[in-house]
Structures are given as C-alpha cells and as structure tokens.
C-alpha cells in the first residue's frame, strides 16, 4: 500500500505541474461550437469536471493522506484506503469551490480597457501606412478576417505586405509596430 499512495501522490504532483505548465481551460459543451470572445478564445460558464487540476488535487490529497494512515495508524488497509479517498474527495470539492469563488469575486471588479484588447495581436498591412497618412491592416480572429484603419506606433513608415504586431486600437485606428522590430527586442 506504501508503494500505492506515493506512486499516488507522485501523479497527483505531476498533474500539478502538467496544469501549471497547460493553463487551464473551459470545457466547452461537446458537438457545440463553443462563443468566442473579442480574441477568438472560447468564453462559457466554469464548471467542475474531470480535468489535470482536479485530477491532480484529488491524487495528491489520496497519496498524502493514505500514506498518513498507513504509516501512523492501525487501520486496515480496506479502511486506510476508504478514508483516504473520502478525504481526497472532500478536499478536491472545496479546493475547486474556493478556487472558482475567488475566481468569480477578482473578475467582477476587473475593468476592461477596450483599447487594449488586440493588443500583442498579430496583422499584415494591406494598404501602407505613411507618415502622414493612416494606412489599413487586417488580421484574424476566430476564424474571421477584420480590416481597420491602422497608423504606426513610432510614425515610421510600413510598406504593404508588412506582418505587424496590433499595440492598441483607439476610435477605429490600431497602433501598430512592424514584428521585426518586436522580434529584436525580444
């Protein structure tokens, strides 16, 4: 049983790890094309599922505390075990409440700056933009192909054909940078 609950536990901190690393996501409804927002990434309502994070908190919890028992107590294996997962269980539900109430309580007091929701978006210029004069760009988002009127960040001028990268957009004109000179300070 030691072998069982560390192996468990071992999982469970890998699956951490993998939801560190991944991000977590919503989970859409299956067969249904999920809304987009304003950026293309699928928005919907939260809901506890099967999923690295809740997977990897239940094993956590599983190994840590079957281990406990095994090593500090008499109890049968049967009863280690049936405990354990009890814990395990609990532990996950409220761990996932919490997490999704606080969640909830941060967003509602998020102001949202419309200007800088493409910002880091990439586009290609389609008519150049001078100087003097505002040129236009277009770029994707979910799937669908958007024009606007576009000036450059600096003032500099950018040829057609040019891949640049969206800073903000204000009263239908995006500021924007060539992605050469992005890519040169990264």
Same mark, same amino acid.
């Given at each position: 049983?030691?072998?069982?609950?560390?192996?468990?536990?071992?999982? =469970?901190?890998?699956?951490?790890?993998?939801?560190?690393?991944?991000?977590?996501?919503?989970?859409?409804?299956?067969?249904? *094309?999920?809304?987009?927002?304003?950026?293309?990434?699928?928005? =919907?309502?939260?809901?506890?599922?099967?999923?690295?994070?809740?997977?990897?908190?239940?094993? *956590?919890?599983?190994?840590?505390?079957?281990?406990?028992?095994?090593?500090?107590?008499?109890?049968?294996?049967?009863?280690?075990?049936?405990?354990?997962?009890?814990?395990?269980?609990?532990?996950?539900?409220?761990?996932?409440?919490?997490?999704?109430?606080?969640?909830?309580?941060?967003?509602?007091?998020?102001?949202?700056?419309?200007?800088?929701?493409?910002?880091?978006?990439?586009?290609?210029?389609?008519?150049?933009?001078?100087?003097?004069?505002?040129?236009?760009?277009?770029?994707?988002?979910?799937?669908?192909?958007? =024009?606007? *009127?576009?000036?450059?960040?600096?003032?500099?001028?950018?040829?057609?054909?040019?891949?640049?990268?969206?800073?903000?957009?204000?009263?239908?004109?995006?500021?924007?940078?060539?992605?050469?000179?992005?890519?040169?300070?990264?």
């Amino acid at each position: 049983m030691q072998l069982l609950y560390l192996a468990t536990f071992l999982t =469970g901190l890998l699956l951490g790890v993998y939801a560190m690393i991944r991000g977590v996501e919503r989970i859409g409804t299956p067969g249904r *094309t999920p809304e987009l927002d304003a950026l293309g990434r699928p928005t =919907g309502a939260a809901r506890m599922a099967l999923s690295a994070p809740t997977a990897g908190a239940f094993a *956590t919890v599983l190994g840590v505390t079957g281990y406990l028992l095994w090593r500090y107590t008499t109890l049968a294996s049967g009863v280690q075990l049936a405990v354990a997962v009890g814990a395990a269980l609990i532990a996950t539900v409220a761990a996932a409440r919490a997490v999704s109430y606080w969640a909830t309580q941060a967003a509602e007091h998020d102001i949202v700056d419309e200007r800088y929701l493409l910002q880091g978006h990439p586009a290609q210029v389609v008519s150049p933009i001078l100087a003097d004069l505002p040129g236009e760009i277009a770029y994707v988002v979910g799937g669908k192909r958007y =024009g606007v *009127t576009a000036e450059s960040l600096d003032g500099t001028p950018v040829a057609a054909g040019t891949e640049v990268i969206i800073d903000r957009v204000e009263k239908g004109v995006a500021y924007v940078e060539p992605w050469i000179q992005v890519e040169q300070r990264l």
